[in-house]
């Protein structure tokens, strides 16, 4: 299996209409691959706060267009980042997509851990309520958000649900990059899954962003990542691996502690 993570760079100055024609091209040329990702709210910057509610949308609005489009001309699956989602009744959430190779909606997550201590994030948008894992021809993805990778319950979920692999699209600051590679590699070896993690590149709200995407393996063995600017990180795995490694070192069969929560 095939997987492009797409390190978009979120700088000043560039408007989000730009940014959304930029990255719906970038998204065209990774035809070939299986799975294209994005970051963490990259049309806007996750630490650029005051545009969430300016530039928020409906599911269907011009982000899920311009992508969803992007996706049926590429013949990939989308991970398309997240994006500041304004739901009908006015709330906003930190809101993810996988659209199919047919530009289809195949999966809709809202973050659940919102970040910022009481500003920021975490009183300006909604919390999501429920996990979601969507199932590709070679793998069932576990989709999670950024801060929520500090949270190891949230992937047991996902596991109890079926994930192979999980998709974390980030904002995460460089200041905190060590964090970033540790807790990617945590979730790996914890779960015996792969993890796929896409940051953006870049400075936005005066905030250096950390990139270094980076793709794991069930044993926590980087396969890929990326340097500190905007590229495109494309790696060759195979997701029939986890079970093996599951059967081989079978730690989960010994768990004792898990986490109930409804999915979907």
């Known amino acids: 299996m095939r997987a492009s993570l797409l390190q978009v760079a979120v700088n000043e100055g560039e408007s989000v209409e730009s940014r959304r024609r930029r990255v719906a091209g970038m998204v065209r040329e990774q035809a070939g691959a299986d799975l294209v990702v994005l970051p963490e709210l990259w049309t806007t910057g996750a630490f650029a706060y005051e545009g969430f509610e300016r530039e928020a949308e409906p599911l269907d609005g011009p982000t899920h267009e311009a992508m969803a489009g992007a996706a049926s001309d590429a013949g990939v699956w989308l991970h398309a980042g997240s994006v500041p989602e304004r739901a009908p009744d006015g709330t906003l959430y930190n809101t993810s997509l996988v659209l199919s190779p047919s530009g289809e909606t195949a999966a809709v997550y809202r973050k659940i851990h919102r970040f910022g201590f009481d500003k920021g994030e975490a009183v300006l948008m909604g919390a999501g309520d429920a996990l979601v894992t969507v199932r590709l021809p070679h ?65 936005h709200a005066g905030i250096p962003q950390a990139g270094h995407s980076i793709v794991v393996d069930p044993w926590g063995e980087v396969l890929a990542e990326a340097g500190p600017g905007e590229q495109v990180l494309t790696v060759d795995f195979d997701p029939t691996t986890v079970a093996g490694t599951r059967e081989r070192f079978p730690a989960l069969k010994d768990r004792v502690l898990g986490l109930d929560r409804p999915h979907r």
């Open 139 to 203: 793998t069932t993805l576990g989709l999670a958000t950024c801060y929520d990778l500090r949270f190891p319950e949230l992937f047991r979920g996902l596991v109890d649900a079926g994930a192979e692999t999980f998709v974390v699209p980030a904002g995460w600051p460089e200041r905190r990059r060590s964090h970033w590679t540790l807790l990617a590699r945590a979730r790996a070896v914890e779960n015996q899954a792969f993890v796929l993690a896409c940051g953006t590149a870049g400075t």
